[in-house]
């Protein structure tokens, strides 16, 4: 199993920036695609945007796109979303995921690995 902590989240005004860091312990990180989702009051979870195993490849809902980036760094056992242009649409708690690299990395039902979540709150 890999254990995930998220950090980073925070209150910030609308058009500032923010970056989340997720911490991978347990197996090797680079056994595993990466993804960030998010939930808001009242709504479902939903993938944000994802990263294989060795960050060839990236995808981002449509919402973001543009606006935030997903890296990792295997030696680090870390992923980062960078978060610009931040909206109040983007309030939610923000959850890291893994997935196993059998998976399709663009496939939310793939993620059985999950943080505990971070709270990013965007005032107008």
């Known amino acids: 199993q890999v254990q995930l902590v998220e950090s980073g989240g925070g209150l910030v005004q609308a058009g500032g920036s923010l970056r989340l860091s997720c911490a991978a312990s347990?197996?090797?990180?680079?056994?595993?695609?990466m993804g960030w989702f998010r939930q808001a009051p009242g709504k479902g979870r939903e993938l944000v945007t994802a990263?294989?195993?060795?960050?060839?490849?990236?995808w981002y809902a449509d919402s973001v796109k543009g606006r935030f980036t997903i890296s990792r760094d295997n030696a680090k056992n870390t992923v980062y979303l960078q978060m610009n242009s931040l909206k109040p649409e983007d309030t939610a708690v923000y959850y890291c995921?893994?997935?196993?690299?059998?998976?399709?990395?663009?496939?939310?039902?793939?993620?059985?690995?999950w943080g505990q979540g971070t709270q990013v709150t965007v005032s107008s």
């Open positions: 995921a893994a997935s196993s690299r059998s998976n399709v990395y663009t496939n939310p039902r793939g993620y059985g690995y």
């Open positions: 347990g197996r090797p990180f680079s056994n595993y695609d």
């Open positions: 990263i294989t195993w060795n960050g060839g490849s990236t």
